[in-house]
């Protein structure tokens, strides 16, 4: 596990249960193009396949140096030597454990929704970030509600030094506002993993990004 450490800016979500070496040249062609934070995120997979691909991503984010954050599956995530964990606002039972299952170095973060209250009893408890979402309507959370911009910069007010994680929605056109909302970072599958030239519009996102 590299040392703990949360990245500002892109962070890109890989598409859910794609062919492993398609998934892996979409991570590398993000990486290449300047992300440094990539989340796994298989839904459907049993635990022995999503653990090869783990460890095979793992290696991967390694030699870029590069941040990778597993979603749902504390155990997953270890057994991975990942550097983190995201979890769901549904798939949350007990935040109080949390901190103590990952132990001090693992990053966790968990999806707020737009529940500014669980995002602070969450901060209370250890989060490293909290994600707030979707934004804007979003293709693979459509059955989400849409959060806005002004609720977004209210939860920046509300949690004044967390660090907020913006999802649902987010692409070239809208990323400035993101960062202007108050968001740390950006999480995003189709607007950066749909393009044809991955890499490419990884490095659009981060000059977009970096530029405000």
């Not at 500002?8 to 062609?29: F, S, V």
């Not at 979890?87 to 990952?102: A, E, H, V, W, Y």
């Not at 995002?119 to 909290?130: C, H, M, Q, R, T």
């Not at 609720?151 to 692409?171: E, Q, T, V, W, Y």
Request: proline residues 2%.
């Amino acid at each position: 596990m590299t040392e703990k450490k949360i990245n500002h800016g892109i962070y890109g979500i890989l598409p859910a249960d794609i062919e492993t070496e398609i998934l892996l040249e979409k991570a590398e062609a993000a990486m290449l193009g300047g992300v440094k934070t990539l989340q796994l995120r298989d839904k459907k997979m049993g635990f022995k396949r999503k653990l090869k691909r783990a460890l095979l991503l793992r290696e991967l984010t390694q030699k870029y140096e590069t941040t990778l954050i597993i979603n749902d599956s504390i155990q997953l995530a270890q057994d991975a030597n990942a550097d983190g964990v995201h979890l769901g606002k549904d798939d949350i039972q007990d935040l109080s454990g949390i901190r103590q299952n990952l132990g001090s170095d693992m990053l966790w973060g968990v999806t707020c929704r737009a529940d500014a209250a669980l995002a602070k009893i969450a901060l209370d408890f250890g989060a490293d970030y909290v994600a707030f979402g979707a934004v804007f309507s979003s293709q693979s959370k459509s059955e989400v509600p849409v959060l806005g911009l002004p609720r977004l910069s209210k939860a920046r007010i509300l949690l004044p030094d967390a660090n907020i994680c913006a999802i649902g929605g987010i692409d070239s056109n809208n990323i400035v506002a993101i960062k202007a909302a108050g968001a740390n970072s950006a999480a995003m599958i189709s607007g950066l993993f749909d393009a044809d030239d991955i890499e490419q519009r990884a490095r659009e996102l981060t000059k977009l990004w970096q530029s405000c």
